[in-house]
Every structure is written in C-alpha cells, then in structure tokens.
C-alpha cells in the first residue's frame, strides 16, 4: 500500500469512527492529529521487521501492528474512538 | 425445512388487505400467519379472515423492539403444535411486521436461533409501498427507509390511485424486483418464491440517500478465502450497526469456479452458500453493501488492503 492508498483508507476509517482528523501524506507515512492534539504518525514497517507490518507512532511511544486490521484497531484506540465490535467469523468450505 | 417470509411496510401500505386475499387463496391457505402489531390490543389478526385450513397467530408489541426470543418461541411453538396435530399442517409461515417495525432484527432472530434454523428457513423479505403516500413516507420515516432497503421484493399498492414512487424506492434499493398491484390482488407466487441471488441482480449501483447508500464492490481476481473473512471481520467491527446487509457473488482463490453467496444482515453472517458454477460469462465477484454513514470507498480500500497482506503473506511462505 502506498502512502497516499494508506491515507485515503485511514481517512475513511476515521470518518466512519466519527473522528475530526486529517491525515496527510508525510515522511513514508501518513501523519495525522488525535482529536487531543497527539501528533500521530503510522509508516509501513521495514520488510526485515516481520511480523511487524506496521508502525503506530506517537511521542515517545512506537506500537507494533502486524496488520491493517491490527493498525486500525490500535488507530481507533489512539484517536480515543472507543473500541470496535470484536468478531469472529469463519468461511465455510464447499463440499468436496 | 419451513418456509418463512417476512411481509413488512408502513402503516398503512396495505398488508393486511394482501394477507386476507391471499388466505381466501385455496392455494395459499395452508399458510401459518403470525400477525406483530405494535400496541397493547391486538387488531390486525381480526381483521383478517382467515380461512379454515388457516389460521392466525397474534403476538403483541413489536417484534422489532421486544425480545428476539418472541419470534423464535412463538415459530418453535407453532412447529410443535403442527406436530402434534394441534393447529393446521400448514406448509409455510407468512410473518406480518408492524408498520413501524425495521425487519433487520427480526432476520437476525432467522438467521441466528440454531432451532429455528433447523426447522425453519427464511425464503425472504416482502416490502408493500403505498402508491399515494409512498414518496412522502419514505422522505420521512427511517422504518420505511430500511423495510424498502432489505426488500427482496417490493409491492407497490394503491396503484390507481397514484403513480408508483419508483425515483424514492429506487434510490433505496435499486435491484429488487417491483410489482404493483391494487387491492392486494397479488400474485402470492411472485411474493412469496425464494429470494433472488446476488447473482440476479446485476444492476445495483451506488445511490445515496440522506445517511443511507448501497456500495458496490467488484473484483477480477478470485479473493483468498482468508483475506475475505478477515475483510468482512472488519467490516463487522469498524462498521457495526451501520452495516444493514451485504449481499455478493464471490470468486474465492480456492475454488474459483463455484461462487460463493455471501449474505449478511447487519453483523450476522450467513453460512457461505456456495453455487455449483457461475450463472454465466461474467465471473467477477460482485459485492452489494447497504449501509449508514459508511465512507464509499472504505470497504474497498479495505478488502484492497487485507489481501495485499495476505498476497504478501502466502509470498513469504512459499
């Protein structure tokens, strides 16, 4: 995913949550404001980083997220958007 | 296997005028109705006439607000008086929604009860939309707005009276199938057959309403299984509540020549159906999503970016 795909879904997600913010491409990542003013950051990790896919960034702190789902689950968080309905789902197979 | 329909619209669009008409059907009599109606008194089950082999099962409140357990214990409790010989072996349930009811809880009590799902099976939603006042309800009333969006079939009634308000309901849900009919002279083949698959419905396209919209999802490439479930996992958990239904056609990486059905209703899923071969040329999967409040491309850039995850994942296995 490139920064500016990386962006647009994050900007999606924060809509979706009911968050005033506005992430913008910056540094290899995207960079954004919670609504407290944390300065945010989230950059794709490094390929040796495995299983680490993401970085969530704020001052003083580095959060590993080993996928988007896991990044916007931690966003949400970071953004105080309160915590999303946990699910598990299965696909089913069809029969041989 | 039961079948069960669910007949909903507005107060006043006329269901119970196209219940008794049916039920007067000699081919239709051997139909179960369960009447919801929202207040203290029940009425509407004495307004319809039933007929011998027929019969009427009345519970108050809404089904929509009571607990989903009502729908369930009364369907169950039905099934063991057929068995018993108690009531009429009726060969299928016909459920009457409140005017003011939204039908997505009550196929969520259809979709999720184990008993019911054993016994009974929902053949799907029957939408009536008054030709006169339908425009302005729709305008007005969320209720009538989602009974229109979880239409598998839609009724226009008062035709003579008015044109139908088909701008209003097309904007709701732009592919279910549209009859009119006048007096409730329907045709109760038409109504109450199975719901059509995703397939059937080629032409959904983005329409917004206020708050409401219809999102549509294509794909070339067959979809991991996996990255399809962890898709509509987040879906489910980001979007919640807003997500009304989904509906799709899915090539799945595994087993790209058997199409999957996906059908949800809000956050419960359905068990994947799966065709024996695509109904024709077009083998894209095609994903519909009802929803409110839900960025237009969010699902997309999303399922975009879970499965360059799981691309990325399965490279690095090997």
Not at chain 2, 130 to 139: F, I, P, S
Not at chain 2, 229 to 257: I, Y
Request: hydrophobic residues 50%.
């Amino acid at each position: 995913m490139t920064p500016p795909e990386l962006r647009d879904l994050l900007a999606d997600a924060l809509a979706l949550w009911g968050v005033e913010a506005r992430p913008r491409v910056a540094e290899d990542g995207v960079a954004l404001a919670a609504p407290d003013g944390t300065a945010l950051r989230v950059l794709a990790a490094a390929p040796g980083d495995l299983p680490v896919r993401w970085w969530l960034e704020r001052p003083g702190q580095r959060r590993p997220c080993t996928s988007v789902l896991g990044l916007l689950r931690a966003l949400r968080n970071a953004v105080g958007a309160g915590e999303g309905e946990a699910r598990r789902l299965r696909v089913a197979r069809p029969d041989p | 296997m039961i079948p069960v329909s669910i007949v909903t619209g507005f107060l006043g669009a006329g269901k119970s005028t196209l219940l008794r008409r049916i039920l007067r059907d000699p081919a239709w009599a051997d139909s179960a109705l369960i009447v919801n109606e929202f207040g203290e008194i029940p009425l509407d089950h004495d307004l319809i006439a039933a007929s011998e082999e027929s019969f009427v099962s009345a519970s108050t409140g809404c089904l929509c607000c009571v607990v989903r357990d009502d729908l369930s214990k009364t369907l169950l409790d039905l099934l063991r008086r057929r068995e018993a010989g108690e009531v009429p072996r009726y060969a299928r349930v016909l459920v009457e929604t409140s005017g003011l009811a939204d039908p997505a809880p009550i196929l969520h009590a259809l979709m999720t009860d184990a008993a019911l799902g054993a016994t009974h099976a929902l053949q799907g939603v029957v939408t009536l939309v008054d030709a006169l006042h339908g425009a302005a309800t729709l305008a007005r009333h969320p209720e009538a707005q989602r009974q229109v969006m979880l239409a598998d079939r839609i009724l226009v009634t008062k035709p003579d009276l008015a044109p139908a308000p088909e701008a209003a309901i097309r904007a709701l849900n732009p592919a279910a199938p549209l009859r009119a009919a006048a007096h409730g002279a329907a045709e109760p083949g038409w109504l109450f057959a199975p719901a059509p698959r995703p397939a059937e419905l080629p032409d959904w396209a983005a329409h917004h309403t206020v708050g409401l919209a219809s999102i549509v999802i294509e794909r070339e490439a067959p979809v991991p299984a996996l990255a399809l479930t962890l898709w509509m996992q987040g879906l489910a958990e980001h979007a919640g509540a807003r997500l009304l239904r989904l509906k799709g056609l899915v090539a799945l990486a595994e087993q790209p020549d058997r199409p999957a059905v996906l059908h949800a209703i809000q956050h419960m899923v359905h068990p994947l159906e799966w065709l024996e071969r695509w109904p024709g040329e077009d083998r894209r999967s095609r994903i519909v999503l009802i929803g409110e409040g839900i960025p237009r491309h969010f699902p997309a850039r999303l399922l975009a970016a879970i499965e360059a995850e799981v691309a990325a994942e399965a490279a690095r296995r090997g």
